[in-house]
């Protein structure tokens, strides 16, 4: 298949799904290619086969017999509906990251993108990951709408200001591919390039030592140890005072068994805890105010360092499987001005 | 068989369209037809002035393209590149193809066709005009004024604070929206209240039906545009933030507004161009359609399932995974309604009597541009294809084969089948067909690598390209120069043939349509008296009545009875 591969001009398959959507597009772009000329050339067979052969000749109208007309309109549909499946669920794949990756922080700005890596590095432009590991970024922008493009692993996500997206892929094939901003932003549009770095493991072990990181002040820890970086922010920033980590419900929702559940709002709305929703209530926490809770929490934008956020979210995934208190409960801390808050749901 | 004894027409004998002026030669004054209610004028009006948006809309696309024969500067900088794709995409969508057919077409042809004098609103009719012209200007203001970069999309929040023209840009389109929605509403009381008596929904020539499915679209669809663009402007103009994430606004909001009108809106453009297919077709192939009521069906079908497709505009904007499937698999319905009618076309061909004039090769060149367009449209509402093309190079081929392919080669076949019934006169038949071909070479030529540029990952909207990339990119170029010159061609010689045309006949293409039940030019109110339509429109089983003249009645020669194809 490379050889059609080369042929559409299509790039490297550079991410492990890319593989797949070049397959459903060889198939979605041969049926194109046939039907058109099918259909032309029948257009063309019966402008031959049915020329004027006398000025104002008359003509019997001509039903098309019905099994033929189903037969086309079944058939255009169910090929059309066999794409809508296997592109849905590839979607489906794409557009829904993994719970075990590296978790990339990733800010969009005219014109230029900035990554900040758990570990306390960050780049600009340059986005370097190690091979054959789930890259999970999550995305926003700080001015307009930006759009992160890696053509060469068929991946696109709006990057949205004011909102947090996620976007992950894995590559298994080292390499540099280029990154490019598909949403037009301004004058610098055609400018805002990147490059995606992949490199085998252990090259990537070795650029994270000479890596630049953040001030020592803001970074969350270089020694590799996502987990426990995580918990030196939380520490430091104060978070567990109202947060706790097995289950008891504190000024604040519990950070245990987290990640990834369904989260009830205040007004009735649901939610799942992903990484996109952590960033959010740490940066907007009155934007999605959990059921039962007070929207006491302030911003931690420009507070927080890009890793710092990313080290907690790798934290508070590290207790979505922590052991829940069993029985003791603590009385709930209530901010001494206010009337005691509604019990949460449990 | 005579006139009289095919008893088709209760026309009167001794009154004759032939001896009452034409609508062109009942008055000549510049005031005639600046304060014209006669809906053939003010198609006419419609037609000049959109032939005028296409040059224009056309010119910035021939610069945009010269612009691109080098992968840096060639000869316009950034800002002015934006802001030319921009007005590109302002002009050729709004100033153009909205108007194109059912304004100039539909204005000149639904009252013939359903039998009627006029529009219902006649005084409204000519108002619409000038509401389109003056909202052209307040676009060609903006212009003046240094144009807009935000795209013809106006994503927020870039267009809230864009440095370039935006109030005046949306104004102008603000105030064109009335225009569409006036002659929308226009054209549903006129199809609904003032078909000629007998005319069921199911006689009405097939173009009828498309421009009540578009003006359907137009009244339903354009408030929301108008809505939407209107905050754009107070976002821009008095900081209203209504889709600014920094003042608690939306940006994807302002995407689901825009594109609920927005696809509806290619549906206003090519709904009208499936009209005159479905006009053309039978008539040179002097055949009935294959299938008059999958046409007619479709056509409500495109209407109604156009409506609920616009989130695939939006799979990578950060949609839920429930949306993007809904919006997928609606996407895929509303193909199936076109794959109908292009079938049918086809069909309609078979045990036809076919003689190819230039109207006819317009319809193989909309036939292969809107069949391959369209198979890229499936291929582009295929969920996880899209996420790599979209907002590439890809998509703007598409969109340009099926919606400006689509549209160009119907409104120019319209303008080469219709030319005799407007003007009296014919074009010249050899530089008709030598354009029509040079009209597709050149348009295929423009796009076709674009699609190859799309899969290789080349986003739209860049001023610098990869140099890898220059090849494909001159290519394309010089594809927009053959299809510029096709359409300076094409426009010279139907100049010259308004006065020096060969005198054309009432019904040179021997149709059955109701419209050539007139005369060519028709007069000003269309029909002496009032028409009964005894043959359907598309019934060539039967010879054409042929139009009532003064002195010729049932004591004339027999003509010879036409030959029947076995």
Known sequence: MNWLRLLLYLPPEGSTYAAGIDRLHFA????????????????????????????????????????????????????????????????????????????????????????GYPGGHSSIDVLTVPAGRNIVLVMTSRDVIHSFYVPAFRLKQDVVPGRYQTAWFRSDLPGTYDLECAEFCGTGHSTMLGKVRVLPAA????????????????????????????????????????????????VGPSWARLYRSSVALAGGRSVVADEAYLTRSMMEPQADVVDGYRAVMPTYRGVLAQPEVAALVEFIEALGSAPLSPSVTLPRVVPEEEGRPQEPKP | ?????????????????RDTPTYLGIAKTVRSWALTTDHKRIGVLYLFTTVFALFLGGLFALILRIEHLTPTRTIVDAYTYDRLFTMHGIVMVWLFMIPSIPAAFGNFLVPIMIGAKDVAFPRLNLLSYYIYVTGSIW??????????????????????????????????????????????????????????????????????????GVSVIQVLATPVLAISVSIVGLDHWLDWGLFDPSRGGDPVLYQHLFWFYSHPAVYIMILPAMGVISEVVPTFSHHAPASYDAIAYSTLGIAFVGFLTWGHHMFVAGISLFDAAAFGVLSMLVAIFSAIKVFTWVLTMRGGSIVLRTPLIYFFAFLFLFVFGGMTGVAVATQSLDVHWHDTYFVVAHFHFIMVGGTLTAWLAALHYWFPKMTGRMYPE?????????????FVMTFFPQFLLGNAGMPRRYYNYDPRFQPLMVISTVGSWLLGLAMVVTLSYLVVSLFVGKRAGDNPWDSRSYEWYTASPPPTHNFTSEPAFVLGPYDYASPFPGLPRAGVDADAPEAPPPPRRS
Not at chain 1, 70 to 75: A, D, P, R, S, Y
Not at chain 2, 430 to 442: H, N, P, R
């Open chain 2, 1 to 17: 068989m005579t006139t009289s004894d095919a008893g088709a027409l209760s026309i009167p004998h001794g009154t004759s369209a």
């Open chain 2, 139 to 212: 676009v060609l203001v903006a212009l003046w004024m240094g144009g807009c970069d935000t795209g013809w999309t106006f994503y927020t929040p870039y267009s809230a604070h864009s440095p370039s023209a935006v109030v005046p840009t949306v104004l102008g389109i603000f105030v064109l929206g009335w225009s569409t929605i006036a002659t929308g509403v226009n054209f549903i009381v006129t199809i609904h209240t003032m078909r000629a008596r007998g005319m069921g929904w199911f006689r009405m020539p097939l173009f009828v039906w498309s421009m009540y």
């Open chain 1, 203 to 250: 090259d990537y072990a070795r650029w994270l030592e000479g890596a630049p990181t953040l001030p020592a002040a803001d970074a969350p820890g270089a020694d590799g140890d996502l987990v426990a970086s995580g918990r030196d922010v939380a520490v430091r920033r104060g978070c567990l005072q109202c947060h706790s980590l097995d289950g008891q419900a504190g």
């Open chain 2, 430 to 442: 050899g530089w008709g067909i030598a354009s029509a071909v040079l009209v597709l070479v050149g």
């Open chain 1, 28 to 115: 979605v772009i041969g049926t194109t290619l046939l039907g058109a000329t099918f259909v032309f050339l029948l257009a063309v067979y019966f402008l031959l086969r049915h020329p004027r052969r006398v000025e104002g000749e008359l003509t019997q109208p001509l039903r098309t017999p019905w099994p033929v007309e189903l037969l086309v309109v079944v058939g255009l549909q169910t090929a059309f509906l066999a794409f809508w499946v296997v592109g849905a669920i590839q979607y489906d794949h794409v557009m829904t990251p993994p719970r075990d990756g590296l978790r990339v922080y990733v800010t969009a700005k005219q014109w230029m993108w900035k990554f």
